[in-house]
C-alpha cells in the first residue's frame, strides 16, 4: 500500500520561499503522478500542482503559476514543490497525493493522500 508523507512546511515571511517534500513508501513511485493540493479554513481543497509519473508533464493552478515548481526523484521516492515569493493568500494545509500514472484535475480521483503540512505565510 502506498504511503505519502509531507515535510517542509513552516512560517515565513511574504515574497519568501519553501520547498515541500512528499515521501513515498510501501510501493515504487514511479507509476504514479503526484498533485499538490491545499486547503485554507474555511475553503475547499484546491489542486495546486501535478506531475505525472515519469515526470514529462507538469501543471500548474493560475494562482501558483510561475511561482512554484513540482518536481520529482523517482529514486529517491520523493516528490518536491519549490514554493517562491509566497503570499499570504499561499497560507493552507498543504497535502500530496497520488493517482496511477496521469493526472487527474478531480481531487476524489487521487486514492492516497498524505497527512498534510501547514504552510503559513505571514509578517
Known amino acids: 500500500q502506498l504511503q505519502l508523507v509531507e515535510s517542509g512546511g513552516g512560517l515565513v515571511q511574504p515574497g519568501g520561499s519553501l520547498r515541500l517534500s512528499c515521501a513515498a513508501s510501501?510501493?515504487?513511485?514511479?507509476?504514479?503522478?503526484i498533485g499538490w493540493f491545499r486547503q485554507a479554513p474555511g475553503k475547499e481543497r484546491e489542486g495546486v500542482s501535478c506531475?505525472?509519473?515519469?515526470?514529462?508533464?507538469?501543471n500548474y493552478s493560475d494562482s501558483v503559476k510561475g511561482r512554484f515548481t513540482i518536481s520529482r526523484d523517482n529514486a529517491k521516492n520523493t516528490v518536491y514543490l519549490q514554493m517562491n515569493s509566497l503570499k499570504p493568500e499561499d497560507t493552507a494545509v498543504y497535502y500530496c497525493?497520488?493517482?496511477?500514472?496521469?493526472?487527474?484535475?478531480?481531487?476524489?480521483?487521487?486514492?492516497?493522500w498524505g497527512q498534510g503540512t501547514q504552510v503559513t505565510v505571514s509578517s
Open positions: 497525493a497520488a493517482i496511477l500514472f496521469h493526472c487527474s484535475d478531480s481531487v476524489r480521483s487521487y486514492n492516497a
Open positions: 510501501g510501493r515504487a513511485l514511479n507509476y504514479y503522478a
Open positions: 506531475i505525472q509519473n515519469s515526470g514529462s508533464s507538469t
